[in-house]
């Protein structure tokens, strides 16, 4: 999550003005942008027949934590303007306003999980960084709750070209993941992921060899043993560095100093 430094790191140093264009609609550049954005100055930006009320309701939401904040958004959208208003969204130029149309689509009710992960393909490979990561929470809870179909359908994205595809197949399960809630099955039985792991263990992207790591550093919190046998399985069928690369990370917890 890298960006223009003379942005701001923090949220504090991000200037007024700068702040001014990101409830605008300007994209944000760094993480610390995403989270200063006003989400009722922008909505009323974007959706500016959205209504009063509803621009109010998002202000008394602004000190909830980021996640649920993205959630009440979308829901308020969707009330308010129907589905109608997701186009309008995943057309504008703002990586918040595209957040809001992930969380619409899983919000979306009677949508069955491949129609699901088929609407929110376009932003798991959005070139900004904050959708990319908006679109597998967004969907994580059907996941989760599906997870064997879920599975199934995610090894198909390993064969991918876009690596932002590939790297979402193994994000979206994450056993603990970031800013998430934890999928217990998988902490249970992280083998069940298999199908969309191995395929992945000589990935050519960074992108997704950090991804797996880190999905098989979260195992090792709860099954050492197992990362530590699958790992050196790979290593002994595969001398590709991108394998012995992401071994390396995904023990990292476990042999700390390796």
Known sequence: MSGDKSKGRRV??????RIAQLNSGAQAATLAECLAVDFAAL????????GDAA?????????????????????????????SALGRLAQHSSDTARGWACFMIGLTEDM???????????????????????????????????LDAAVALLSEWTADPSERLRRFASEAIRPRGVWCTHI?????????ALPVLEPLRADPAVYVQDSVANWLNDAGKDNPDWVEALCARWIAESDRPETARICKRALRSIHPET
């Open 12 to 17: 504090g140093d991000i200037s007024p003005q």
């Open 43 to 50: 909505m009323g930006h974007v959706l500016p027949e959205i």
């Open 55 to 83: 621009l109010a309701e998002i202000g008394s939401s602004a000190s909830t934590g980021i996640l649920k904040r993205m959630s009440i958004a979308a829901r308020v959208i969707g009330n308010r303007l129907g589905p």
């Open 112 to 146: 069955g999980l491949p129609a699901r992960l088929d609407a929110i393909r376009p932003y798991a490979d959005d070139p900004h960084f904050g959708v990319r990561e908006w679109s597998w929470m967004a969907v994580r809870p059907h996941l989760s709750t599906e």
């Open 184 to 192: 217990g099955a998988l902490k249970k039985h992280p083998e069940t």
